[in-house]
């Protein structure tokens, strides 16, 4: 029963980690290049931030909006 737990710490340290563990080492030698992938997160989140904004305004404009300021019929 032991071999099979230690293949599941081989199989998670070794295979599953690895992309992070060259992570962990090229952040020694240049940082931008280890936080590449965050930088390329936060531009398609700002993107989407813009589309998603850009939406509401058009809604907004065309009056297509449903505005209820209640939020059940019994506290009207």
Same mark, same amino acid.
């Given at each position: 029963? $032991?071999?099979?737990f /230690?293949? !599941?710490?081989? *199989?998670? /340290?070794? !295979?599953? *980690?690895?992309?992070? %563990?060259?992570? $962990?080492?090229? /952040? &020694?030698?240049?940082?931008?290049?280890? %936080?590449? !992938? %965050?930088?390329? *997160?936060?531009i398609? #989140?700002?993107?989407?931030?813009?589309?998603? #904004?850009?939406? &509401?305004?058009?809604?907004? @404009?065309?009056? @297509? /909006?449903?505005? @209820? =300021? =209640?939020?059940?019929? *019994? &506290?009207?």
């Amino acid at each position: 029963m $032991r071999s099979f737990f /230690e293949a !599941i710490q081989w *199989f998670f /340290e070794t !295979i599953m *980690f690895a992309p992070h %563990n060259f992570l $962990r080492h090229l /952040e &020694l030698s240049s940082w931008f290049a280890a %936080n590449t !992938i %965050n930088w390329c *997160f936060m531009i398609v #989140c700002a993107g989407f931030t813009y589309y998603w #904004c850009k939406q &509401l305004k058009l809604h907004k @404009d065309n009056n @297509d /909006e449903f505005q @209820d =300021t =209640t939020a059940h019929s *019994f &506290l009207k």
